[in-house]
């Protein structure tokens, strides 16, 4: 069965500090993944999604960057942490077929990032 | 602004009482999906929905998307303290990349 891991699951950052936050997938082959962020009142954004290694797609301009080095491996990262960055950070899946698809989602457990 | 608004944000009603949750797009909705959220938790899939009319049930929760696949609705019946939680409608808008309603934050009080 497919299991997605994400961490850490929070995390408390000064401003200014750079971040990573890891994802990833088992079970399952050539996942389509995705980075979302969920802020108080706003639902979910859509930050980053990828269709293949080395395939990035960014939703909104922003202080965060996406990287997959790795078929199953998803990471978001920033060099310099901002007071705005702080919220629910969300990683999830779906079937893959070499492009976005609209195949159901799975999340991970999230991460609440704090930045001070 | 929201492509999906959601309604009501919040809602608080007592234990055993019935209630309805809505989403709403300006566009036509190519595949509903309504997900739950424990507070600080990841997302639970609930349903999806496909086509004009369909309705779909799953123990006391029945989700429909209206004929013209413009707005959905979740029902909850005889509410109970484990439906507490956020519920967060998503569809494919564009592009074929999902994107979410802000949440209803539902509190079911004994």
């Known amino acids: 069965s497919q299991t997605i891991h994400q961490w850490p699951a929070t995390l408390v950052q000064p401003v200014g500090s750079p971040l990573s936050l890891e994802c990833t997938v088992e079970g399952t082959s050539n996942p389509n993944l995705y980075w979302y962020r969920q802020a108080a009142g706003r639902g979910l954004q859509l930050l980053f999604y990828s269709v293949g290694i080395g395939q990035i797609s960014s939703e909104v301009p922003q202080n965060l960057s996406a990287s997959r080095p790795q078929d199953r491996q998803f990471i978001l990262s920033s060099k310099k942490l901002l007071l705005s960055d702080s919220g629910f950070y969300l990683c999830?899946?779906?079937?893959?077929?070499?492009?976005?698809?609209?195949?159901?989602?799975?999340f991970g457990s999230g991460t609440q990032l704090s930045v001070l | 602004s929201q492509e999906l608004e959601q309604s009501p944000q919040s809602l608080i009603v007592q234990e055993g009482k019935n209630l309805t949750i809505n989403c709403t797009s300006s566009?036509?909705?190519?595949?509903l999906y309504w997900y739950k959220q424990k507070y600080g938790e990841g997302l639970i899939f609930l349903m999806m929905l496909q086509k004009g009319g369909e309705e779909k049930s799953h123990e006391k929760i029945t989700a429909k998307l209206d004929e013209k696949k413009q707005q959905s609705s979740l029902h909850i019946t005889a509410s109970q303290p484990s439906h507490a939680g956020i519920y967060l409608c998503g569809a494919v808008l564009r592009a074929q990349k999902l994107v979410f309603g802000q949440g209803t934050r539902l509190t079911i009080n004994p």
């Open positions: 566009k036509t909705l190519y595949g």
């Open positions: 999830a899946w779906s079937v893959g077929r070499g492009k976005a698809t609209n195949e159901k989602l799975f």
